[in-house]
Structure formats: structure tokens, C-alpha cells
């Protein structure tokens, strides 16, 4: 886990870069509680039956998200407002997840629609925030991560995009590349095909695994036209394509689209080693 745990060396050795880690997301989760105190206000950090940390973990992922979107925005050169924005949404996209998931679940146990479920979580999402009277472009920006996302992120891929659609392909990105708060799975050879896979192909494999998730996958062929996963990992790559361009394009840099994950995250140990949100 990156802010908790180490993962790094030996965990009986005392740790410059643990500390300087804690640090880093203590003075993150700090600059940015305002948007935090949502996650407060909707339960997530009260212990319940099944876990005394209840929904922290939610938190976790949703900070860890803050550096490597700002990696992306940095090198895309969105202008600071857009950023902002950027930050916030990233830290509630899945404020959410309580409700999913319960959703989701009572779907399973009664044989309806998982996918319907989804969709329904997303509608009570969205009008929390607009309650909440979170930013519009905020809610937008939140709107554009996972398979209920794909037709939007999709028709962004061949045009000239706004500062605030690029925020909104970096966000989608980088949920598609995060696994709870795990720093990003290095790139493989796959040994039955010999091709390169990155941690947006092994997060999406390790989705397929999850039961709720297997029928939801299934119910994508009715929506999309295809199993739900097969068309988030291609609209993921093409996203990743698409931030590799624009990179090159804005900072000069060429990093191969399949390398973009592994890169994020040495950038952002490279923040947390020299202090610098
Ligand atoms: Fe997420």
C-alpha cells in the first residue's frame, strides 16, 4: 500500500522515504480536506461490523490518485484552475462506494440488473454532489471514470480537447491504472503471447475475477457490445495512447504508451523524495 505500508525494504530498518511518504500524503490529505470532509460526512471513516477501518481504504485510494493525476496534469500543462478542479475529483470519484457496492450486492442477491444498479449509484451520486453544491465542471470530471464513462471518454479520443476533457481523460486513466492504494504493477511479458502488458491490463484481468464483477462484465454485451471489460481495457489503452501523444506534443518527453503506468509512479516517488506536491 503506498501510504501505510511498505512495501519498499526491509520493514525493521528505519525508512527515509516511508517517513518522507507519510509526509507527503499527510500534507496532501491536509491541503485538500475541505473536499475530504465529504468522505467524513458520508461515513467512510466510521469503523463498522466487518472492518474497524470501515471504508478508509476508499480514502486511500482516492488520495494516491491526487499525485499521479498531477504528474499527467503537469505535463500536459493544464492550467491551474483546471487542476484544482482535477484534485477534487479525484479525491471524491468514489466517495460513492458504500452505496455501490450495497447496491450492487442487493442486485446480485435478487437477480436484477448489476449493470442497472451501477448506473442507479451514479444517479444518487451525482445529485449528493449537486446537493453538496460541489463544482459543476467537479462533477463532471467525477462522471468520467469507469464502464459508465466509456461512450464519453470514447468520443474525446479523436478530437482537439478542452483543458477540462483532458482532465477528465486523466482521471479515467489514472482509476483504470489504480488498484486500491498499491503502487502501479510493473509491465510483463505475457508468456502465451509474448506482448507487453502494464497495470491497466492486470488491473482489468484482476476485475474479471471478482464475482460481482464477472456479471457485470457479461451485461456489458448488452450496453456496449461487448463484455464490459474488453471494452474498458480498449478505451483504457486508447486513453493511455492518447496522454502519451499529448505528452510528447506539450513536454517534449516520449514515454511508450505501454511504459506510461510504471512511469507515472516513478514520478511520483520522485515528488515524495524531494517534497514537492
Ligand atoms: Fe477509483
Not at 1 to 8: A, N, T
Not at 243 to 250: A, G, P, Q
Request: charged share 25%; proline share 4%; hydrophobic share 40%.
Amino acid at each position: 500500500m503506498i501510504i501505510m505500508e511498505s512495501q519498499d525494504t526491509d520493514p525493521h530498518a528505519p525508512n527515509a522515504f516511508e517517513q518522507k511518504k507519510r509526509d507527503f500524503f499527510r500534507r496532501l490529505a491536509l491541503s485538500l480536506r475541505p473536499t475530504l470532509n465529504i468522505h467524513k460526512a458520508l461515513g467512510l471513516w466510521k469503523a463498522d461490523n466487518r472492518d474497524r477501518h470501515g471504508f478508509r481504504n476508499v480514502t486511500e485510494h482516492c488520495l494516491v490518485e491526487v499525485p499521479r493525476c498531477r504528474v499527467l496534469a503537469e505535463h500536459l500543462r493544464l492550467p491551474d484552475a483546471v487542476r484544482k478542479k482535477l484534485d477534487e475529483a479525484a479525491i471524491l470519484h468514489d466517495a460513492w462506494k458504500q452505496q455501490e457496492i450495497l447496491l450492487a450486492r442487493q442486485a446480485s442477491e435478487q437477480g436484477t440488473s448489476i449493470w442497472a444498479a451501477f448506473a442507479r449509484a451514479s444517479e444518487e451520486f451525482r445529485a449528493f454532489l449537486v446537493e453538496q453544491h460541489v463544482d459543476p465542471d467537479v462533477i463532471e470530471l467525477t462522471g468520467g471514470i469507469g464502464h459508465l464513462s466509456l461512450k464519453t471518454v470514447e468520443s474525446l479520443l479523436e478530437k482537439h480537447c478542452t483543458p477540462l476533457e483532458e482532465a477528465m481523460l486523466i482521471l479515467h486513466y489514472v482509476d483504470d491504472i489504480s488498484r486500491n492504494s498499491d503502487w502501479v504493477a510493473p509491465a510483463t511479458i505475457q508468456s502465451a503471447t509474448q506482448q507487453k502488458v502494464n497495470a491497466l491490463d492486470l488491473r482489468m484481468d484482476a476485475c474479471k475475477e471478482r464475482p460481482l464483477y464477472r456479471q457485470l462484465d457479461i451485461e456489458g454485451n448488452a450496453h456496449l457490445g461487448e463484455g464490459t471489460y474488453a471494452a474498458v481495457l480498449r478505451v483504457g489503452h486508447a486513453v493511455e495512447a492518447k496522454l502519451s501523444h499529448l505528452i510528447r506534443l506539450k513536454s517534449g518527453k516520449s514515454i511508450p504508451p505501454v511504459n506510461l503506468p510504471e512511469w507515472i509512479d516513478t514520478e511520483v516517488r520522485t515528488a515524495i523524495e524531494t517534497g514537492s506536491e
